[in-house]
């Protein structure tokens, strides 16, 4: 077998890999220089249009577009009135936006573990963290793969909460046969580049909870709301700051970037579903790497591709096989970090040891690239430098 990149072999691959990179073409470049040109460049024309568009995308009735996922999420916890005293159950492995968003209202996050082949959360480990506090639940759909929300509702339904979707990996995704987006009382997402469309900075909330929307529509303008009747009656410059909100706009160029990559997303979900494939037909092969299990309920978008590695049966930590793909060119990521494990949790008290099946996820995890633009030969590129790594430092 050929010698590792980093014990001084040849890279299986000149340049690096990325593990995730947006796709723009002439048709998102023509929209934008287009509203560049017009009259508005914030709070436009396409804002509607795109949360619109977004809306009938996932079937939901509203869509609020913000100018990220955290924005989204931090929107969707202040209409469920958290606040001091009120508990959230977050699963311990997500990005730390997903928990972040209850310190923000001064709600207590509670973690529940994972489960470990889907590292999805728990319902079983949600219903042991339940209290008299518990207000809501955020379900993070991990890798693009939809949670059990029929048995996440059901806690929902037994114990009075509420349901946020952090469904920042996984739009185009359905749960028995329903759109990701409709899944919960509020879903979120985001539009970074390495999401699966982009509108370089974003987010969207979609729901189908009327008086939601409009306090979201609020919230992302400093809470001023716009009823332009009191506004004739008061005087043409009146309004009124109902409750406190923030400047979370999305401008009307990143809705257009957005309207416009919208159009390609269902092809992109296609293009990531097939290299998904490719990946599980690959590693059914190699016994020390272990794709996610997908539950038949889920059909997931795959926003990401994290394995997890067979320990017991490598002579080496995950840190070595990520440093020596790293080497090949291969440009692995890990996702994530239990969120608890962060100073800013561990100085509020959080410890380790919380959610055993998610520290042990951890130390096993490698994320691969996984992106619409990745051509069939940087996916053999990425099993051809896995299946080198591993077999080199298999037992
Ligand atoms: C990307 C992401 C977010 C945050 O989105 P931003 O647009 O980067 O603020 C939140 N939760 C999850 C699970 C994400 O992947």
């Not at 002439?26 to 934008?32: G, S």
């Not at 004739?232 to 706009?249: D, I, P, S, V």
């Not at 809705?255 to 990531?272: E, M, P, T």
Request: glycine share 8%.
């Amino acid at each position: 077998m050929s010698q590792l990149a980093i014990e001084g072999g040849k890279p299986v691959r000149e340049g690096m890999l990325p593990y995730g990179r947006q796709l723009v073409d002439d048709d998102d470049i023509a929209i934008v220089t287009k509203v560049l040109r017009g009259d508005w460049l914030t709070t436009g024309p396409m804002v509607d249009k795109f949360e619109q568009a977004f809306a009938q995308y996932v079937q939901a009735e509203h869509a609020v577009a913000v100018n990220s996922g955290t924005a989204a999420l931090h929107a969707a916890i202040h209409v469920l009135d958290i606040g001091p005293g009120d508990e959230v159950i977050v699963p311990a492995i997500t990005f730390a936006a997903s928990a972040n968003c209850v310190l923000y209202l001064g709600g207590t996050p509670v973690f529940a573990d994972v489960e470990p082949d889907t590292l999805l959360i728990d319902p079983k480990q949600v219903e042991a963290q339940i209290t008299s506090r518990t207000k809501a639940i955020v379900a993070v759909d991990y890798a693009g793969q939809p949670c059990d929300y029929d048995a996440l509702r059901e806690i929902a339904v037994k114990y009075n909460l509420s349901i946020v979707a952090d469904a920042c990996h996984a739009p185009g995704g359905s749960y028995n046969d329903l759109p990701v987006g409709t899944l919960a009382d509020l879903n979120t997402f985001s539009f970074h580049p390495v999401k699966h469309m982009t509108t370089a900075e974003g987010g969207m909330i979609t729901t189908n909870n009327a008086t939601f929307a409009a306090r979201m529509r609020w919230f992302r303008n400093h809470g001023i709301t716009t009823d332009h009747r009191q506004r004739a009656e008061q005087g043409g410059w009146y309004y009124e700051m109902k409750e406190l909100g923030y400047n979370y706009r999305l401008p009307d160029l990143n809705c257009a970037l957005g309207l416009s990559q919208l159009n390609k997303i269902d092809g992109w979900v296609a293009r990531r579903r097939e290299i998904a494939e490719k990946y599980y037909h690959a590693f059914s092969q190699v016994d020390t790497v272990t794709p996610l299990a997908v539950r038949p309920s889920g059909r997931p978008s795959w926003h990401i591709f994290p394995i997890l590695l067979q320990m017991e049966n490598l002579g080496v930590d995950r840190a070595t096989i990520f440093s020596a793909l790293r080497a090949e060119n291969i440009g692995v990521n890990v996702h994530y970090i239990p969120v608890y494990w962060h100073p800013v949790y561990e100085k509020l008290g959080y410890s380790r040891g919380l959610c055993p099946n998610a520290e042990d996820a951890y130390e096993r995890l490698i994320t691969l690239p996984l992106f619409a633009g990745m051509t069939d030969q940087d996916v053999d590129d990425v099993v051809t430098a896995v299946t080198k790594v591993v077999e080199h430092y298999s037992l």
